[in-house]
């Protein structure tokens, strides 16, 4: 058996016993088994978002609906219309809440500057970086940067249904 992020692979027949057990086992360490289609695409499309906010380099040769549909398989609009029905925002939105998420970390470690920040997160240029981030939380970027208590939300809380 083979466990990846939103998917187990079983590689023979199990009982029913044993299928339990598994779904026991795995509840006990975090990870609920999610068997609803549309909930996985959604997971699917979630894990894709943070790897290109958190863990890519290289900025995407297309649009992130054309990668979202080449990657997964489905028609975009699909795509769109169930994470939007089940989260209440868009796909577009979850993607900018993580970049600036992740600005906010980059600004807290204070190693780089907001060019270089705007830059890594492959924002146009830093104005757009600062708009979109004045959209998400109220202010600038140079402004979180100078508070005191500067308020990051965990990861796994950042627009959770």
Do not use: W
């Amino acid at each position: 058996m083979t466990i990846e992020l939103c998917e187990v692979e079983v590689e023979e027949y199990i009982s029913t016993e044993k299928r339990n057990q598994i779904i026991v086992d795995l509840k006990k360490i975090g990870y609920p088994l999610i068997e609803d289609k549309k909930i996985i695409i959604i997971e699917q499309i979630k894990a894709i978002i943070i790897e290109l906010v958190h863990y890519r380099e290289t900025p995407l040769k297309t649009n992130l609906s054309v990668y979202l549909s080449e990657k997964l398989q489905y028609d975009y609009t699909y795509l769109a219309n169930i994470f939007s029905e089940t989260h209440g925002h868009t796909i577009e939105q979850f993607f900018l809440i993580h970049r600036v998420e992740r600005a906010k970390e980059l600004l807290v470690y204070d190693e780089l500057n907001i060019t270089e920040i705007a830059d890594k997160l492959h924002f146009s240029s830093v104005a757009h970086l600062s708009n979109q981030f004045r959209k998400v939380t109220g202010i600038t970027p140079s402004h979180y940067k100078h508070l005191r208590k500067r308020k990051r939300q965990p990861l796994e809380k950042v627009c959770r249904a």
